[in-house]
Nanobody, 123 residues
């Protein structure tokens, strides 16, 4: 499956953004999906994941309560709604797909990665 992330941009602290990740070339419902992010000079870190059906979701403590991951299997798309954004949320956000449907918090579990979309939060 190929992944195309979009929706990043510049937003003021306290604002909101919704990221999208469109999948193509595979059976979307075979995959658990996740969002990771990488800030300048830092390692890639887990943000959120969602099971194949969308019935289970998982979040990093740093974003819990401010971020919602969802998916529309009819549109082959996963979303990341981010609210109350903080400057420390500034990063390139990547979507990822796990063919084995595990929806884990660890990057090596994911087989396919999108190209990333930049989110910049100004103070």
């Amino acid at each position: 499956v190929q992944l195309q992330a979009s929706g990043g941009g510049l937003v003021q602290a306290g604002g909101s953004l919704r990221l999208s990740c469109a999948a193509s070339g595979g059976t979307f419902t075979n995959y658990a999906m996740a969002w990771f992010r990488q800030a300048p000079g830092k390692e890639r870190e887990f943000v959120a994941s969602i099971s194949r059906t969308g019935g289970s979701t998982y979040y990093a403590d740093s974003v819990k309560g401010r971020v919602t991951v969802s998916r529309d299997n009819a549109k082959n798309t996963v979303y990341l709604q981010m609210n109350s954004l903080k400057p420390e949320d500034t990063a390139v956000y990547y979507c990822a797909a796990d063919y084995f449907g595990r929806a884990t918090m660890t990057a090596p579990s994911y087989n396919e990665w999108g190209q990333g979309t930049l989110v910049t939060v100004s103070s």
